[in-house]
């Protein structure tokens, strides 16, 4: 149903199933613009300790579902796995003479099922012979509490230091008989450590070396991207982080403000080079100053379009404003320059202005409609993905309509309000000007 996104199908999905163990998510394909226009939130959660970072996800995701406007909701923790967590008591460890790294070697060699011990050639190939444990000593979550480490009794060592001490003062020659051997004695790691079952990230994201986890939340139906940001930003205001933690907005209202900020820049920048093009030409600085109220009229129409039509101020949006900078300055261009050279001629001012928008009208008209026409069908596309460029026309539609008719009536205002000085031509081509 193309009157739906594919986020509001997934959630009913989700809703129509929430017993089943799998969740659907909605993807889009590689040519896929939403970026551009705009439709989620997303925070990113920095810290180190990543149990304290998933507990922090989860208690971010169950806050940003409760704000109105939020659609779906990822907690980043996609595909948790499981983990059995050993944490060794350093203190008991020492007393029984081990470290924690013996313990980790220990334990993770019991745990390699298998070895490779040598390799045989026969006939020209090699073959590994490969060395298997029998199954009573595997190591499972169940039983790993119970495994052995064989440790000194120092006691004991320290009592047969004694007596073999004692044997050599009194018979040298019974030394070998009367040493004995430290007795070997066995420790469980469930006395030296703790064991609890937890789970772990399946993929771990850094960012400047520290570990993060993305929370995101799509825009339901009806809903603007900017204000549920603003109200998702507040909600986060006084949000308890772990000492170390940060948290930072990252989602889609960010990256569209940025690309406004310098979209907006790309436009300053238009208006400028657009003005002094048309100095250059008019020789002037008057006269492409009047041609240069052509824009306003035409980010007016074009922001009235965007109402019109219900459609959200985008980046794609404002790439159509881009356009219509350069488009709509044709129809003042045009006016001005006619009505300047009617008063070159010796016609009197106002004549002058009458006469311009009379004669300029077709060919004014005639500019607009055919660019109105191009952009006609991609304003009112229905097709898949159309929806994510109809903006461009929308604004560029709308600026033109309501620019090429003001035009003809707020450009000759605005040159009679600043053109308060007659004009004459004369004979070496320079402009005299005669206050009235």
């Known amino acids: 149903d193309k009157k739906r996104t594919s986020q509001s199908i997934a959630a009913e999905i989700n809703e129509m199933y929430r017993d089943k163990e799998y969740k659907v998510t909605a993807s889009g394909s590689q040519m896929d613009l939403s970026a551009l226009g705009g439709s989620g939130v997303t925070l990113r959660i920095v810290g180190n300790d990543i149990e304290k970072l998933q507990e922090t996800a989860l208690k971010a995701a169950d806050m940003l579902e409760k704000v109105e406007g939020i659609g779906e909701v990822d907690d980043g923790i996609d595909n948790p796995s499981p983990e059995l967590k050993i944490t060794v008591n350093k203190e008991k460890a020492m007393l029984n003479g081990l470290t924690v790294a013996q313990i980790f070697g220990d334990i993770a060699k019991s745990l390699s099922d298998s070895s490779t011990a040598t390799s045989i050639t026969t006939n020209g190939k090699d073959f590994d012979i490969i060395v298997e444990k029998s ?79 993305t929370v995101s939340g799509t825009i339901a139906d009806g809903y603007n991207v900017g204000l549920v940001s603003r109200d998702a930003e507040s909600q986060f205001e006084n949000f308890d982080l772990p000492e170390g933690f940060t948290l930072e907005f990252d989602g889609e209202n960010e990256t569209i403000m940025e690309s406004m900020e310098q979209l907006g820049l790309m436009l300053a920048l238009a208006v400028v080079l657009i003005y002094l093009i048309m100095v250059a030409q008019f020789q002037s600085l008057k006269s492409p100053f009047i041609v240069m109220f052509t824009m306003p009229l035409a980010f007016t129409g074009g922001f009235l379009a965007l109402i019109i039509t219900g459609k959200e101020l985008s980046v794609i949006g404002l790439l159509g404003f881009v356009m219509l900078s350069g488009i709509v300055v044709n129809n003042g261009i045009v006016l001005v320059d006619y009505i300047n050279q009617l008063r070159l001629e010796g016609m009197e001012k106002r004549e002058a202005i009458a006469e311009a928008g009379a004669t300029r009208l077709r060919p004014i008209l005639m500019t607009a409609i055919t660019t109105i026409l191009g952009l006609l069908m991609m304003a009112v596309g229905k097709e898949m993905g159309s929806d994510m460029v109809q903006p461009i026309a929308v604004v560029t539609i709308g600026g033109l309509v309501y620019a090429t008719f003001t035009t003809l009536f707020i450009i000759p205002i605005i040159y009679d309000i600043f053109n308060k000085k007659e004009m004459k031509k004369i004979d070496n081509s320079e402009l005299e000007f005669i206050d009235d």
Do not use: Q, W
């Open 135 to 213: 199954g009573e000593n595997t190591l499972t979550k169940e039983n790993i509490g119970n495994y052995k480490f064989k440790i000194n009794d120092m006691t004991a060592s320290s009592d047969a230091d004694s007596t073999s001490a004692f044997a050599m003062a009194e018979d040298s020659e019974d030394e070998d008989d009367d040493e004995k051997e430290p007795e070997k004695e066995e420790v469980s790691l469930s006395e030296i450590a703790k064991i609890e079952e937890t789970t772990t990230l399946s993929a771990i994201s850094r960012i400047d070396h520290k570990r993060y986890i």
